[in-house]
């Protein structure tokens, strides 16, 4: 039986057009769902064109750099190729997704958020009562434009350093390129959770041992965490990313160290603080310093790309000095949604 995705003519120009990646111009040509019910069901375009190749990527057997070359159609795919492992890589540990209430993409250097900043009045709980006036929310534009940034690497080798190279192995590398651009990202989050995004919105900042947080400067206590937790009504403080050293000291607390809360954290590597809230741990994070926040209101991240490659120095062999990057950026939805406490 011959299919459609065998008959591909596939050419540079696929990576070039505004608005589509090239899985997706490769699905216009060769839709998924004309695979229902046959062997190949499951499979996305490009990984149709890896079968058509008979390119294998994983495991022990998988082939080497150089069959992507063999032909001037199978070379097409390997910017695809890197794109996607650098992607796994970048989202296999990232910590984003549980830190960010939303994801926006965006085709621009140049955001501009939306914002909802209610006064003491509107916060009220009130009765409406028959005739009167419900209370308002009001939703607008921010003032000062959410700056995006470009992260990357810089992938340098000779194609006859990795030629005879197994792509498994090579994934390695690239999945290595791809988490430290997430660490990136990260990083401009935590700057953005601390110091706003530019509009006047810096997260609120407590100290120990200074009113309302209870106990001594330097050192944390439970009762430290539990003002700090009450300081976030009418949000809620479930999520809690912490630098290594506060995070340790958290640890040798006796709270911290209820049989369930270890169970847990031996059994799935997840911790959950006794305040109900998820720890997460980061470098990202300043010394001596935790960020509350109630993770479903707190922050936006935009992409304005996912991960970009140099298809053209791919494609042509020239990997000497091919980038990769990804482009994002972050805006503060509900200033209130996060808070930072000093140890």
């Known amino acids: 039986m011959t299919y459609q995705f065998e008959n591909i003519r596939l050419e540079k120009g696929m990576y070039g057009r505004s608005g589509h990646t090239f899985t997706q111009t490769l699905e216009e040509l060769d839709p998924s769902e004309h695979y229902r019910g046959t062997p190949l069901e499951g499979l996305d375009a490009f990984q ?9 990527v994983k495991g022990a057997g998988s082939d080497l750099v150089e069959k992507f070359f063999h032909s001037t159609d199978s070379a097409v795919l390997f910017p695809e190729f890197v794109s996607r492992v650098v992607r ?17 993409n965006f085709d621009g250097m140049d955001y501009r958020t939306i914002a909802s900043i209610p006064t003491g009045d509107q916060k009220a709980l009130r009765r409406v009562e028959e005739g009167a006036e ?13 700056r995006l940034h470009k992260r990357g690497r810089m992938l340098v080798a000779s194609y006859e350093a990795i030629r005879f190279q197994r792509l498994d192995l090579f994934s390695v590398t690239l999945r290595q390129i791809g988490a430290y651009i997430g660490r990136q990202h990260l990083q ?24 309302p947080i209870s106990g001594s400067k330097g050192t944390l206590s439970y009762e430290a965490l539990l003002d700090f937790w009450s300081q976030f009504d009418p949000y809620t403080m479930n999520t809690m990313l912490v630098s290594t050293d506060v995070m340790l000291a958290m640890l040798k607390l006796s709270e911290f160290q209820n049989p369930l809360t270890g169970l847990n954290f031996q059994g799935t590597g997840n911790l959950t603080s006794p305040l109900g809230a998820k720890l997460l741990r ?33 494609i042509d062999r020239q990997l000497e000095r091919a980038a990769i990057t990804s482009i994002s950026g972050f805006a503060k939805l509900f200033g209130e949604a996060s808070k930072v406490l000093t140890v």
């Open 48 to 56: 149709r064109q890896l079968k058509r190749f008979d390119i294998k």
């Open 88 to 104: 796994q890589g970048l989202e296999e540990e990232s910590i984003l997704p549980h830190i960010t209430a939303t994801v926006t």
């Open 134 to 146: 419900i209370p308002q929310t009001t939703v607008r534009t921010q003032e000062n434009l959410v």
């Open 188 to 211: 401009d989050a935590v700057e953005v959770l601390l110091n706003g995004d530019g509009n006047d919105n810096a997260a609120e900042k407590f100290t120990i041992g200074t009113s």
């Open 282 to 314: 980061s470098a990202a994070v300043p010394q001596g310093t935790l960020i509350g926040l109630d993770k479903g209101y707190a922050l936006e991240q935009i992409c304005g790309s996912q991960v970009t490659v140099e298809y053209d120095k791919l």
